[in-house]
């Protein structure tokens, strides 16, 4: 820290460098499939979509295009491939014959189990090595760096 108890150019420098390291391996982990039990490989959209249709029974196509920061085009082209792998089902909304809803199938909802368990198995790494306030830090600087980025 400096005078003004601001951090040295040197510090910002490495946070600086840190963050786009950070971005860079999280564009390399966007290319590769993880696999998620019976569900077989999964591309980080696909589980992402699998996980914001989530187990509530079903999603509008709209609503999930909205909850995923994306358009009703791009949010088509992956409940397709979803839907080719079984884990999701589309179905006319009961009230309104134009919208159609999302919802996940038995295999689908053990993807969304898998990977709800690696989040899991994060934070209890996580709680090894960092207090409950570091902890807390470490969200609020997530969500501070989720909000500068535009989400």
Same mark, same amino acid.
């Given at each position: 820290m400096n005078k003004n108890n601001q951090p040295s150019?040197?510090?910002v420098n490495s946070?600086?460098?840190?963050?786009?390291?950070l971005i860079m391996q999280l564009r390399r982990l966007?290319?590769?499939p993880k696999s998620f039990g019976k569900?077989?490989?999964?591309?980080p959209s696909e589980i992402h979509t699998i996980e914001a249709i989530g187990c509530e029974g079903g999603i509008l196509m709209s609503e999930l295009a909205v909850r995923l920061s994306?358009?009703?085009?791009?949010?088509? /082209?992956?409940?397709?491939?979803?839907?080719?792998?079984?884990?999701?089902?589309?179905?006319?909304?009961?009230h309104d014959s134009r919208a159609i809803v999302i919802s996940l199938?038995?295999?689908g909802r053990e993807a969304f189990k898998?990977?709800?368990d690696v989040h899991d198995k994060f934070y209890d790494q996580l709680r090894? /090595?960092?207090?409950?306030?570091?902890i807390e830090i470490f969200e609020k600087c997530i969500d501070k760096l989720i909000e500068s980025l535009g989400g």
């Open positions: 150019s040197d510090k946070g600086s460098r840190n963050l786009g390291r966007e290319r590769h569900a077989g490989l999964l591309t994306v358009t009703k085009g791009a949010v088509t /082209q992956i409940v397709v491939r979803l839907e080719a792998k079984g884990l999701v089902t589309r179905s006319t909304h009961p199938t038995e295999i898998a990977h709800e090894t /090595q960092l207090s409950k306030q570091e």
